[in-house]
C-alpha cells in the first residue's frame, strides 16, 4: 500500500491534533490542503506536510488519478510523554507531561 504515510514523534499532545484532523478527515486532498494553509492551528503545518508526502507516495503507483483522491483514514496515536517536574511549595513537585503523537495518513480513490 503506497499511499500512506506517518508522522512520529510529533511535539504536540494528541488531543490538539485530532481537533484538526477531524475536519480534514474524509475530505478531498486538495479542499484537506487548502483548510490546512490557511488554519492558524500549529499543527496545521506538519499536517500539511504529511498530506503531501502522502500524496507523493500515491502518485508513484501506477494508475492513480491525484484528483479523486481523499484522505480515507487519518488516525492519530499517543506517543512516548517526556515527564518533566515542577517545583511547587513547601518542597513538593509536581508532575508535567509533555506529550507527543504519532499520526497515519492513508488516502483512498473514489
Known sequence: MGNHATLKYL????????????????????????????SRRRVAKPLSKLVKSALVNATQAKGVDVDNLYIKELRVDGGPSMKRWLPRARGSASKILKRTSHITVVLGEK
Open 11 to 38: 511535539r504536540t499532545s494528541p488531543q490538539k491534533v485530532r481537533s484538526v484532523a477531524a475536519a480534514i478527515r474524509g475530505v478531498s486532498v486538495s479542499k484537506a490542503l487548502d483548510y490546512l494553509a490557511f
